[in-house]
């Protein structure tokens, strides 16, 4: 088959080295990628919402089956674009469609849709402009911590935890009344806290049938011990020893599993990955949220403790059989550490030569590049997420350790990671 991936982050370049591996996979064609899915296939430079360029690169060059990495285009409907353009119709594409992306592009259609179908989640209201004084009247009365959220996509800057009431006035006149996250805070979801462990569990769907993948958890903080801003994701680890047979048989029967059914009772087209960012209450989860897509930095460890062919996979998807597939999962951890640009997550220079991609990569390592791109024989910097290092180990210690290792050998102006990813779990 010949495919084409979409993105250009460490999610992408971690799909299409495991793509690559595939007997099914006879090209691989990726738009725009980076200088890490350089090495596993042919890059594109197209952006990743102007399908007609897309549908145009997919007929020139004969593709079998799209497969969408990041929720923009998603949620933009790349999906029914392709299922109604003529001559597009016998592509497959893996990614839900427009309207049940919303689970991620809207965060109020996603609250009502868990409450619709029974799925348990914090308790919540959501305002408007014109709501706004019910929204502050509604804040003074909930308990602290108080959680904000924009209700569109904001390129994972738009969840604020608020520890007081006039902070969380504040906030919420920011985003409302004041446009703090453009168009996405038009609505505000005011959610009470949950407290837990936050974990993230993936899933594929065709739609009928849903195979679970590894469970992750990731760190967004810049700092170690969790501390600073947030990012997009310093690095994750799997698997998470607090992830019992008996926790896993409650998210499948009370979220996973009416999550399925609520997409087919609500007539929502949806065949791919469904990411459920959760938090474990004492062995109970509730769901913080959803995306309709893989998470990143969590692929860099889900994806290669998969043992199946990635291509059947979502063969299987798209062709409804994903009843046949038993996945098959590597034991060992897996540790992920994200290399980054100076002064990410605020403002942050491109262009720094990378060194020591060309020296030997120690065994138990991969190198998956985010934020790069090729300047003549040179790879250089191209984002504020630069690249991560993936280490399997007998334990999260060993796995980070093993990524920490491999890091020291790396370097770009200005380079920064945490090495304490996976602190929690370290066994000493």
Not at 120 to 140: C, H, M, Q, R, S
Not at 161 to 189: D, P, T, W, Y
Not at 408 to 425: K, N, P
Request: proline share 4%; hydrophobic share 40%.
């Amino acid at each position: 088959m010949k495919l084409l991936l979409i993105g250009s982050g460490g999610r992408e370049h971690t799909l299409a080295w495991k793509f690559m591996q595939s007997p099914l996979c006879k090209q691989l064609f990726i738009a725009p990628g980076n200088a890490g899915t350089a090495l596993c296939g042919t890059n594109l430079q197209i952006d990743i919402t102007h399908f007609e360029s897309l549908a145009t690169a997919c007929i020139v060059n004969a593709i079998d089956m799209v497969i969408v990495g990041p929720e923009e285009p998603l949620v933009k409907g790349i999906y029914d674009f392709f299922k109604n353009r003529k001559g597009l119709e016998n592509i497959k594409v893996i990614g839900p469609s427009k309207a049940a992306s919303q689970l991620e592009g809207s965060k109020a259609f996603a609250k009502a849709f868990m409450i619709r179908h029974h799925i348990p989640t914090a308790a919540y209201g959501e305002f408007t402009a014109d709501k706004y004084l019910e929204g502050v009247a509604y804040i003074k009365k909930q308990s602290l911590p108080i959680v904000l959220k924009a209700d569109g996509l904001a390129a994972g800057k738009g969840v604020l935890i608020c520890q007081n009431h006039l902070e969380a006035c504040s906030e919420f006149e920011l985003m409302l009344l004041r446009s703090k996250f453009g168009e996405a805070g038009n609505k505000v979801v005011v959610e009470a806290f949950l407290k837990g462990i936050e974990l993230s569990i993936f899933v594929l769907t065709d739609g009928e049938n849903y195979v679970l993948l590894p469970e992750a958890k990731d760190y967004k903080r810049i700092g170690e011990a969790d501390a600073g801003l947030n990012t997009g994701g310093m690095g994750a680890v799997s698997p998470l020893p607090f992830v019992t047979e008996a926790f896993l048989q409650k998210v499948k029967e009370k979220i996973i599993e009416p999550t399925i059914a609520g997409l087919k009772k609500d007539k929502l087209d949806y065949k791919g990955f469904i990411f459920f960012g959760l938090m474990n209450d004492g062995g109970e989860p509730n769901v913080i949220e959803y995306n309709c897509r893989m998470g990143d930095p969590e692929t860099e460890v889900v994806i290669p403790r998969i043992k199946n062919d990635l291509v059947e996979l979502m063969l299987a998807t798209a062709e409804q059989r994903l009843h046949e597939i038993k996945i098959e999962t590597d034991e060992r951890a897996v540790a992920t550490v994200v290399a980054v640009s100076g002064g990410y997550p605020g403002e942050y220079e491109k262009g720094k030569m990378i060194n020591g991609l060309q020296d030997p990569v120690l065994q138990n390592s991969i190198i998956f590049h985010s934020g790069t791109k090729k300047e003549g024989k040179d790879t250089v910097t191209n984002g504020g997420r630069v690249l991560a290092v993936t280490s399997f180990g007998g334990n999260i210690t060993e796995a980070v350790e093993q990524s920490n290792r491999m890091l020291e050998q790396l370097d770009f102006e200005g380079m920064y990671y945490r090495s304490d990813i996976g602190y929690e779990f370290n066994i000493l």
